[in-house]
């Protein structure tokens, strides 16, 4: 499988993994929280007007974005994303849901790409 990275963004973007504390089903114990940080490549762009108009007004209020990065990234609901934007200024945001995976990259290049709908931590 190849890569897609030519439409990357140049800046620097990190994956926080993110699995939530919980009980231990088999002695009761509680599992403490666990965040994994991982530097990706990935594309991040604002959403279009039409994009925007079939969204819940609460999440656009606070901030949407989109993030395009290769399937084998396995980004999930719930996971963050830290980008440090070109004037250096970091922000973070949290993965709502996958908005679709492009079929015809991955049948044309090899290349598995998934975009994902992001709206800003707050």
């Not at 009761?28 to 490549?41: F, L, Q, S, Y």
């Not at 994009?51 to 999440?59: G, Y």
């Not at 719930?78 to 973070?92: F, N």
Request: net charge neutral.
């Amino acid at each position: 499988m190849g890569t897609f990275d030519i439409f990357d963004s140049p800046r620097a973007v990190k994956k926080i993994a993110v699995t939530i504390g919980h009980t231990d089903q088999s002695n009761g114990n509680w599992i403490e929280p666990v965040e994994v940080t991982t530097n990706i490549k990935a594309h991040i762009s604002d959403m279009s007007l039409k994009e925007l108009s079939f969204m819940d007004p609460a999440i656009v209020s606070i901030g949407t974005r989109k993030l395009a990065c290769e399937a084998s990234v396995a980004m999930k609901p719930d996971d963050r994303v830290l980008i440090i934007e070109l004037a250096g200024e970091e922000s973070e945001w949290i993965v709502v849901q996958k908005m679709y995976a492009s079929n015809l990259l991955s049948k044309v290049a090899g290349v598995s790409r998934e975009s994902f709908l992001l709206k800003r931590r707050v």
